[in-house]
């Protein structure tokens, strides 16, 4: 299993940058790395997917190394509205027992 | 484009009674999952669908679970009896066939046993 490891919690302020790393060391070769965001009484919201190098769109980016072990997800000048919880998800739609949400990042962002 | 509904939106209940959730996914959505998320947790899958057939549902527990999609489309996931430990938002989520990990959330069921 494909197991994702994520810092708990983040701080940050209004219109800085925001870097969330993903530790996923047994990633297989068919996974896909995608990133969801969480705000309270919703469920969660695609934000982002990639699988290797640099995926980039109107919301944010997604750093993959060329290992896959690992993936950041970088949120540009962020806002108090981006205060929420990001889930990294590694896995292929077909092998269910990958899909497995972490307890995800939690992102405060202040004024 | 309609997101996925699920109604209700919020439940409360006594522990041994039964309770059942509605899901109506996105139109041509191939896949349909339910999903537990306990207060402070990720979400955790219980059942995943593709079409009218059950794909997983290793994480359901069938004593008191169920859950079906008769026609392909709509869901329900049913309790009973409940347990006060069920306390829990319940999503549900849908996908194409093949999209990888997209998957497109509804925004819930509140579920509390007292």
């Known amino acids: 299993l494909a197991k994702t490891t994520q810092p708990i919690s983040m701080d940050s302020y209004e219109g800085q940058e925001v870097n969330i790393t993903c530790s996923h060391n047994?990633?297989?070769?068919?996974?896909?790395i995608t990133w969801y965001q969480q705000f309270p009484s919703q469920g969660p919201r695609f934000i982002i997917q990639g699988y290797k190098t640099k995926v980039t769109n109107e919301v944010a980016s997604l750093f993959i190394p060329a290992d896959r072990k690992s993936s950041t997800l970088s949120l540009p000048r962020v806002s108090l509205s981006d205060t929420a919880v990001y889930y990294c998800l590694v896995g292929a739609s077909y092998n269910t027992d990958k899909l497995i949400f972490g307890t995800g990042t939690r992102l405060q962002v202040f004024p | 484009e309609a997101g996925v509904a699920q109604s209700p939106r919020y439940k409360i209940i006594e522990k041994r009674q039964s309770v059942a959730f509605w899901c109506n996914p996105i139109s041509g959505h191939a896949t349909l999952y339910w999903y537990q998320q306990i207060l402070g947790q990720g979400p955790k899958l219980l059942i995943q669908?593709?079409?009218?057939?059950?794909?997983?549902d290793s994480q359901l527990p069938k004593d008191r679970f169920s859950a079906e999609r008769l026609k392909g489309v709509d869901s329900t996931l049913k309790i009973q009896p409940a347990k006060l430990e069920d306390s829990a938002v319940y999503l549900c989520?849908?996908?194409?066939?093949?999209?990888?990990?997209?998957?497109?959330f509804g925004a819930g069921t509140r579920l509390s046993v007292l």
């Open positions: 047994n990633i297989a070769t068919n996974d896909y």
């Open positions: 669908f593709q079409n009218n057939g059950v794909v997983d």
């Open positions: 989520a849908s996908s194409f066939t093949g999209a990888g990990n997209i998957q497109y």
